[in-house]
C-alpha cells in the first residue's frame, strides 16, 4: 500500500475545510513543483490558533498533509504553528511516499504565510528571517543565502 491508513483518512474525510469570513490572517501559496494551490486562514486570540480552515487545489497528499496540519496547529500558541515541518506533519500521517514530500510543503508554507499575514496585518513586528526557507531563487540569485 503506497498511502498510510491516516494518510487515506485525512484524504477521505479532510479536517477544517473551507473558508473563513472573518479570519485574521490568510495565506495562500503555490508550489513549484506541481503548480497546485492553497489557501489557509486562521482565527488568532491572546496568541492562540482557536480556529483554522484551509481550501486547496491540491493533491490527496496534499489534502491529507493539510487536514493533518490544521489539526497540529489548532489551539497552539502561533509560535508553535511557526515551527510545524512539513516532515513532522509527513511523521504524524506514518509517512508519505518519497515523491509525495512535495505536497506536505504546501500546507507548512501556507501556515506560515497566513500567520505572516496575521502579523502585518496586526502591526505585530516580527524578523523577516522567520519566513524565509532559504530555498527561493531571489536569494540563491544574490547569494545572499545558502
Ligand atoms: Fe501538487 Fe501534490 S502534486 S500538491
Given at each position: ?10 484524504f477521505?474525510?479532510p479536517?477544517?475545510v ?10 495562500e501559496v503555490g508550489n513549484?513543483v506541481c503548480g497546485d494551490i492553497m489557501k489557509m ?13 484551509f481550501n486547496t487545489f491540491g493533491c490527496g497528499s496534499a489534502i491529507a498533509t493539510s487536514s493533518?496540519a ?30 509525495k514530500?512535495h505536497c506536505s510543503v504546501l500546507a507548512?508554507e501556507a ?36
Amino acid at each position: 500500500m503506497l498511502y498510510s491508513e491516516k494518510v487515506m483518512d485525512h484524504f477521505q474525510n479532510p479536517r477544517n475545510v473551507g473558508k473563513m469570513e472573518d479570519a485574521d490572517g490568510i495565506g495562500e501559496v503555490g508550489n513549484a513543483v506541481c503548480g497546485d494551490i492553497m489557501k489557509m486562514y486562521i482565527k488568532v486570540k491572546d496568541g492562540i490558533i482557536t480556529d483554522v480552515k484551509f481550501n486547496t487545489f491540491g493533491c490527496g497528499s496534499a489534502i491529507a498533509t493539510s487536514s493533518m496540519a490544521t489539526e497540529m496547529i489548532k489551539g497552539k500558541p502561533i509560535e508553535e504553528a511557526l515551527q510545524l515541518s512539513n516532515k513532522a506533519v509527513a511523521e504524524a500521517l506514518d509517512g508519505l511516499p518519497p515523491v509525495k514530500m512535495h505536497c506536505s510543503v504546501l500546507a507548512e508554507e501556507a501556515v506560515r504565510a497566513a500567520v505572516k499575514d496575521y502579523y502585518d496585518k496586526h502591526g505585530i513586528a516580527y524578523d523577516p528571517a522567520q519566513f524565509c526557507a532559504g530555498d527561493c531563487a531571489h536569494c540563491h540569485d544574490h547569494g545572499e543565502k545558502e
